[in-house]
Nanobody
Framework: QVQLVESGGGSVQAGGSLNLSCTAS?????MTWFRQHPGKERAGIAT???????EYSDSVKGRFTVTRDSATNTLYLEMNNLKPEDTAMYIC??????????????????WGQGTQVTVSS
């Protein structure tokens, strides 16, 4: 069974930065960051596939950057200029192959447990 392990969450003041990591136990072509606000559905925010195509939701575009290291099967999320509304559980999802509409679907093979990000004003 493939495992996804997120790390890097924590508490930060508004305007600050955090870097999240998601390490998979094997190579996975499609890797995506979701976040879930309390009482709300998960939402895809940043995705990066195996050929380097990235997409971002409007809510994080220009502030967050997604990268990956294929040698370590790790997906990263650099988060800058954090806002209180970025407070959420950040969850990594991944699939063996291509995912259509990767920010809009939850049709992924594997999910992590998540890492909490809290931004105070």
């Amino acid at each position: 069974q493939v495992q996804l392990v997120e790390s890097g969450g924590g508490s930060v003041q508004a305007g600050g930065s955090l870097n999240l990591s998601c390490t998979a136990s094997r190579y996975l072509y499609s890797m995506t960051w979701f976040r879930q606000h309390p009482g709300k559905e998960r939402a895809g925010i940043a995705t990066l596939n195996g050929i380097g195509v990235a997409e971002y939701s409007d809510s994080v575009k220009g502030r967050f950057t997604v990268t990956r290291d294929s040698a370590t099967n790790t997906l990263y999320l650099e988060m800058n200029n954090l806002k209180p509304e970025d407070t959420a559980m950040y969850i990594c999802a991944a699939s063996l192959g291509t995912v259509l509409d990767p920010l809009l679907t939850e049709d992924y093979h594997f999910w992590g447990q998540g890492t909490q990000v809290t931004v105070s004003s």
